[in-house]
């Protein structure tokens, strides 16, 4: 489904984010990326949803060349994937409802299909008796429960989360966490940018840890395997 050949990632400034990266992540995974901070893992994601593109390599996601693919077809793209961000990025000023339902907007879906596919998307993470509220009204871990709907709401085949439980205490995150297992039960590929020791070493997921820009550990069942 994902591969990287020969990824690497410079910027004007000289610096090296990524060196040489080559890595294949199957349809249905669920893979933690971990890694000390500025090793790479923010870029590696902002690569897969054409954020940036890399300086060498090719960047293979569903048959289509990231590195090639033109500007105007970047939006078409990301209808496919579902970005969870740590600082939410959510409309503060807007409901529940319309925070979700934005996403819909945004990618031309049909207005008769918007309020349906979003309340289902709403109920999904457990948000349905809220979905009037305005966001900035809720709590964290319900703010990261709307930022989980807005990105499953077009089901996308791809999730990219980069540190969603970052903000949250312990207890919120294993909801958050919940909720992303039971959306990779479904058949979503799931790719998760984090810190958190414990979730990783809990779940034994396949995790990548990248250091100083390159993948030093690839493991299918793995742990975290850092000090925090």
Same mark, same amino acid.
């Given at each position: 489904m994902?591969?990287?050949?020969?990824?690497?990632?410079?910027?004007?400034?000289?610096?090296?984010?990524?060196?040489?990266?080559?890595? @294949?992540?199957?349809?249905? #995974?669920?893979?933690? +990326?971990?890694?000390?901070? *500025?090793?790479?893992?923010?870029?590696?994601?902002?690569?897969?949803?054409?954020?940036?593109?890399?300086?060498?390599?090719?960047?293979?996601?569903?048959?289509?060349?990231?590195? @090639?693919?033109?500007?105007? #077809?970047?939006?078409? +793209?990301?209808?496919?994937? *579902?970005?969870?961000?740590?600082?939410f990025k959510l409309l503060q000023d807007r409901s529940v409802l319309e925070n979700v339902a934005f996403a819909l907007h945004v990618v031309g879906t049909p207005k008769r299909e918007i309020g349906i596919r979003a309340k289902k998307a709403i109920e999904l993470v457990g948000l349905a008796t809220k979905e009037k509220v305005l966001t900035a009204q809720l709590s964290g871990g319900e703010q990261q429960r709307v930022c989980v709907a807005r990105a499953i709401v077009n089901d996308p085949m791809l999730l990219i989360a980069d540190?969603?439980?970052?903000?949250?205490?312990?207890?919120?995150?294993?909801?958050?966490?919940?909720?992303?297992?039971?959306?990779?039960?479904?058949?979503?590929?799931?790719?998760?940018a984090t810190h958190a020791r414990e979730i990783v070493d809990q779940m034994q997921k396949r995790v990548i840890a990248i250091e100083a820009g390159k993948i030093s550990r690839d493991e299918a069942h793995g742990g975290y395997g850092y000090d925090v």
């Open positions: 994902i591969q990287l050949r020969n990824v690497s990632k410079m910027y004007p400034n000289g610096a090296k984010a990524l060196i040489d990266v080559s890595v @294949r992540i199957e349809k249905g #995974e669920f893979v933690f +990326l971990v890694g000390p901070s *500025g090793a790479g893992k923010s870029t590696f994601i902002r690569l897969i949803y054409r954020e940036e593109k890399p300086s060498r390599g090719s960047i293979i996601l569903s048959n289509k060349n990231l590195a @090639r693919m033109k500007d105007r #077809e970047v939006p078409l +793209l990301r209808r496919k994937l *579902g970005v969870i961000f740590q600082d540190e969603p439980t970052g903000n949250l205490d312990p207890e919120t995150a294993w909801g958050i966490m919940e909720l992303l297992y039971n959306i990779n039960k479904r058949g979503t590929t799931v790719i998760m």
